[in-house]
């Protein structure tokens, strides 16, 4: 089983600012499958970033993500007050079975 | 537009079954891979098992494997989760979510496990 480890777990920034997320797995993760996912409370996660890089649809421009191999990054640009919320990382297809990482929290500080 | 809408859900002893389902509504429900995942409370995303469009494909977690069964209904437009010999550690909201990745979720029912 692949294993994601997210870090930080809480990231603590003010509106405005540059959130970096990283998700690092335990092993090769091909990049067509490694997604990002956002949390709000009370509600299902939505979907951001799918094949490392692409945004889904409907997702602001200021959602990046990048990486390769076992090191990817989800990057927001510039904080939105609605961006405070917790984020995970997928893989959805280097293996049979799919993991998620244990998430960043991002508050405001 | 897209619609994933869970049901089943409950308060069940340990050992107990429960069976969930997720009506989906809003796209051509036959195109696509359907997964579970649950979530525990004040915890992270766990995935629980997908099936392939057709069925003929299908993977469960670890923490499920022999206790747990998917299915769907094309016909019906329904995926199902057949949950038995439940314990304490599957208390979870237990979401349907569609494709590969996930990009589409319902709003997840609860499932807890207690005596």
């Known amino acids: 089983e692949i294993v994601l480890t997210q870090s930080p777990g809480t990231l603590s920034l003010s509106p405005g600012e540059r959130a970096t997320l990283s998700c690092r797995a335990s092993q090769s993760v091909s990049s067509s499958y490694l997604a990002w996912y956002q949390q709000k409370p009370g509600q299902a996660p939505r979907l951001l970033i799918y094949?490392?890089?692409s945004r889904a649809t409907g997702i602001p421009d200021r959602f990046s993500g990048s990486g390769s191999g076992t090191d990817f990054t989800l990057t927001i640009s510039r904080l939105e007050p609605e961006d405070f919320a917790v984020y995970y990382c997928?893989?959805?297809?280097?293996?049979?079975?799919?993991?998620f990482g244990g998430g960043t929290k991002v508050e405001i500080k | 537009q897209v619609q994933l809408v869970e049901s089943g859900g409950g308060l069940v002893k340990p050992g107990g079954s429960l069976r969930l389902s997720c009506a989906a509504s809003g796209f051509t429900f036959s195109d696509y891979y359907m997964s579970w995942i649950r979530q525990a409370p004040g915890k992270g995303l766990e995935w629980v098992s997908y099936?392939?469009?057709?069925?003929?494909?299908?993977y469960y977690a670890d923490s499920v494997k022999g206790r747990f069964t998917i299915s769907r209904d094309n016909a019906k437009n329904s995926l199902y989760l057949q949950m038995n010999s439940l314990r304490a550690e599957d208390t979870a909201v237990y979401y349907c979510?569609?494709?590969?990745?996930?990009?589409?979720w319902g709003q997840g029912t609860l499932v807890t496990v207690s005596s």
């Open positions: 099936i392939s469009s057709s069925g003929s494909t299908i």
């Open positions: 094949g490392a890089s």
């Open positions: 979510a569609r494709g590969y990745p996930n990009d589409y």
């Open positions: 997928q893989q959805y297809g280097s293996s049979p079975t799919v993991t």
